[in-house]
């Protein structure tokens, strides 16, 4: 009888344990990417918590870091918001694509097809106005994540030591220590490389579409900065269908000089100054970073281009050191 009660406890210890897990589990699963977020950026702001004045106490240092990160991402969101908003009304309302539109119709193969480019066109307003109301109504809950990832980085700066080696006891293999620099080694390439990678590209984009005469350039070049983070596509997705549009606007003056400034930025900045920083150092072949980009995007929001590829990174160098151990 007694060992039954030592068992029954036992079993019941064993099933609040689960049940709490999965309870937390459910608590903490709207705030996973916030969380997340928060250690990547915690992991971008340390080399300055640690260059800070060492009679600064660690709040202060923390605090410090949160304020600047603060500042880097709300300000040129907000300026960035308000460009989109203001040159892509302005694009819209000047009626640059029922000219774009009335070229494309004479085409024979238009034509041919009998398209109601209109309706198409219409339909396309319709379903971004639907993706706008819905960012829209999306922004309080992202500015709740933005707060939680902000709070956590500032505790995670605080305790990143004694994080990391908590983190390290778990590693599978033999030599933690090497291990573990080498995926650090391999953190630093992704996270500081895709992002000087986007920087350059926005700098140079923003001042050569100014000089080539582009009218929207701050638009363009704000989409050039986010599509940096898509290697094998990147500016080019934006660049291409700007040189066909000057093209068929008979815009010769601006659409030559966009040729020539897209394929420096796509071939020279976009693969071979990329696979500089990144690429030959990481060693990780140019799907596994797409792949991890678009799928890191769709799980985990606004961070996926970093986590997408951080994670399927992690899992193969985890899994060929636990085959070599």
């Given at each position: 009888?007694?060992?039954?009660?030592?068992?029954?406890?036992?079993?019941?210890?064993?099933?609040?344990?689960?049940?709490?897990?999965?309870?937390?589990?459910?608590?903490?699963?709207?705030?996973?990417?916030?969380?997340?977020?928060?250690?990547?950026?915690?992991?971008?702001?340390?080399?300055?918590?640690?260059?800070?004045?060492?009679?600064?106490?660690?709040?202060?240092?923390?605090?410090?870091?949160?304020?600047?990160?603060?500042?880097?991402?709300?300000v040129p969101a907000g300026?960035?918001?308000?460009?989109?908003?203001?040159?892509?009304?302005?694009?819209?309302?000047?009626?640059?694509?029922?000219?774009?539109?009335?070229?494309?119709?004479?085409?024979k193969i238009i034509k041919?097809?009998?398209?109601?480019?209109?309706?198409?066109?219409?339909?396309?307003?319709?379903?971004?106005?639907?993706?706008?109301?819905?960012?829209?109504?999306?922004?309080?809950?992202?500015?709740?994540?933005?707060?939680?990832?902000?709070?956590?980085?500032?505790?995670?700066?605080?305790?990143?030591?004694?994080?990391?080696?908590?983190?390290?006891?778990?590693?599978?293999?033999?030599?933690?220590?090497?291990?573990?620099?080498?995926?650090?080694?391999?953190?630093?390439?992704?996270?500081?490389?895709?992002?000087?990678?986007?920087?350059i590209e926005f700098i140079?984009?923003?001042?050569?579409?100014?000089?080539?005469?582009?009218?929207?350039?701050?638009?363009?070049?704000?989409?050039?900065?986010?599509?940096?983070?898509?290697?094998?596509?990147?500016?080019?997705?934006?660049?291409?269908?700007?040189?066909?549009?000057?093209?068929?606007?008979?815009?010769?003056?601006?659409?030559?000089?966009?040729?020539?400034?897209?394929?420096?930025?796509?071939?020279?900045?976009?693969?071979?100054?990329?696979?500089?920083?990144?690429?030959?150092?990481?060693?990780?072949?140019?799907?596994?970073?797409?792949?991890?980009?678009?799928?890191?995007?769709?799980?985990?929001?606004?961070?996926?281009?970093?986590?997408?590829?951080?994670?399927?990174?992690?899992?193969?160098?985890?899994?060929?050191?636990?085959?070599?151990?």
């Amino acid at each position: 009888m007694k060992i039954g009660e030592k068992e029954l406890k036992k079993y019941l210890f064993w099933a609040v344990i689960v049940i709490l897990i999965i309870l937390s589990y459910f608590i903490i699963k709207p705030f996973i990417i916030a969380l997340i977020s928060a250690f990547i950026l915690a992991y971008l702001t340390r080399p300055i918590y640690n260059k800070l004045n060492k009679k600064f106490s660690d709040n202060l240092k923390a605090f410090i870091c949160v304020f600047l990160i603060a500042l880097i991402i709300l300000v040129p969101a907000g300026l960035m918001i308000k460009e989109i908003i203001s040159q892509g009304g302005s694009f819209v309302n000047e009626g640059n694509i029922k000219n774009i539109l009335t070229t494309i119709s004479e085409f024979k193969i238009i034509k041919s097809m009998n398209l109601d480019l209109t309706q198409i066109t219409n339909q396309g307003i319709s379903f971004l106005i639907g993706l706008f109301t819905s960012m829209i109504m999306y922004a309080p809950s992202m500015i709740l994540s933005i707060l939680i990832s902000l709070i956590g980085m500032f505790f995670i700066l605080k305790k990143w030591d004694m994080i990391s080696s908590e983190l390290k006891q778990y590693l599978p293999f033999k030599d933690k220590k090497a291990t573990s620099k080498e995926l650090m080694q391999v953190t630093n390439n992704i996270l500081y490389g895709v992002l000087i990678i986007a920087i350059i590209e926005f700098i140079l984009a923003l001042v050569g579409f100014y000089l080539i005469g582009v009218k929207f350039y701050m638009l363009s070049a704000i989409l050039i900065f986010f599509m940096a983070f898509i290697p094998g596509l990147g500016p080019a997705i934006v660049w291409i269908p700007m040189t066909i549009y000057y093209l068929f606007m008979q815009d010769y003056t601006t659409a030559i000089p966009m040729i020539i400034f897209g394929v420096f930025l796509s071939s020279f900045i976009d693969t071979i100054l990329r696979a500089k920083i990144i690429s030959d150092k990481t060693k990780v072949n140019p799907l596994i970073m797409i792949i991890g980009i678009l799928g890191g995007l769709s799980v985990f929001g606004i961070f996926g281009f970093i986590i997408g590829p951080l994670v399927l990174v992690y899992t193969l160098k985890l899994i060929q050191g636990i085959i070599k151990n």
